[in-house]
């Protein structure tokens, strides 16, 4: 297929674009759950609320995430290099992260649910489980590309030139970190400061 | 000019890597590393008044740095940066405007 095939009258790879305007249109959609989060942030019943997050085990999963990017953007930069042998790695590197922070969001539910707080318990759970659990979705979408593209590189169907796919699929991850770091402060970090400074 | 200006789809012979050095990322993501030691250091040391706005000039930072530099917006065309930017702009006034009308809708009336 000719590079031209991808062009756009702007001058712009298509794909690109269509991408970024997808990662744009997905601030609307998290700024939505944020928005309701913050809403019914004291509207907890008779359950738990935001004291019963484990700030150190968040963050330890936050920067996991965080550092996931950088796996990222290293297996990008050796696809753009031809180096696949590397690409792979840093992609199964990527993925892995992303399964150690998933499984910590699972871990963190069950906690959660033990100690009270489920999806229907209050507006706030409420809020709260969804928003984190679409983004872990997401997150979880993000690993299964990243091994559809591992599978695809193994096979020999995504090949050195074709560095557009690694560079796609790793803008997908990066925005699911760039939300998890708003998320991290604004639904974590905020809410139990404004806690402790009201105690 | 190129249909593909950014992103061409080059042979295998000829790279388009543009942006940092592997090395550079690492220094980004060791930047990164550092910010987020400080978010978390506001659970632990009492920084008062300031830790709020403290927090979001962290997350900002962030956002800006992994935008910039892990997804190449400060190397590739303006027309990405003004899509995601573009985005989060319509989104920040949207909920601005929803959250005010919700707050004002709850409160007691006078």
């Excluded at chain 2, 005010?100 to 009336?109: D, K």
Aim: zero cysteines.
């Amino acid at each position: 297929m000719s590079a031209d095939a991808h062009g756009t009258t702007l001058g712009l790879d298509h794909r690109k674009l269509a991408m970024w305007t997808f990662l744009g249109s997905e601030f609307l959609f998290f700024g939505a759950f944020i928005s309701a989060y913050l809403l019914y942030l004291d509207a907890t019943g008779s359950g738990p609320g935001v004291e019963i997050f484990d700030i150190p085990f968040t963050s330890i999963s936050s920067f996991v995430l965080l550092m996931s990017s950088l796996t990222m953007v290293l297996a990008h930069h050796a696809h753009t290099q031809g180096d696949m042998r590397r690409m792979r790695l840093w992609i199964l590197a990527t993925a892995g992260q992303g399964m150690v922070f998933l499984g910590g969001q699972v871990f963190e539910f069950t906690v959660f649910y033990r100690e009270g707080l489920n999806l229907t318990q209050s507006p706030f759970a409420s809020s709260f489980f969804v928003l984190t659990g679409f983004h872990g979705l997401h997150v979880f979408l993000g690993i299964l590309m990243l091994l559809g593209l591992y599978a695809l590189s193994v096979t020999g169907k995504v090949k050195p030139g074709q560095h557009v796919k690694t560079e796609m699929i790793g803008l997908y991850w990066h925005f699911v970190d760039i939300i998890w770091v708003v998320i991290f402060t604004v639904v974590y970090l905020i809410p139990d400061l404004a806690m402790e400074a009201a105690a | 000019m190129s249909a593909t200006e950014t992103t061409p789809e080059p042979t295998a012979s000829a790279p388009a890597h543009h942006g940092p050095s592997p090395r550079e990322y690492v220094q980004i993501a060791l930047a990164l590393a550092v910010l987020t030691a400080l978010e978390i250091s506001t659970y632990v040391v009492d920084f008062g008044p300031l830790a709020i706005p403290m927090l979001i000039g962290l997350m900002t930072i962030k956002f800006v740095m992994v935008a910039n530099f892990f997804m190449h917006l400060k190397f590739d065309n303006a027309m990405y940066s003004r899509m995601l930017y573009g985005g989060l702009g319509l989104a920040i006034s949207l909920y601005a405007v929803t959250l005010t009308v919700m707050l004002f809708a709850s409160a007691p009336a006078l």
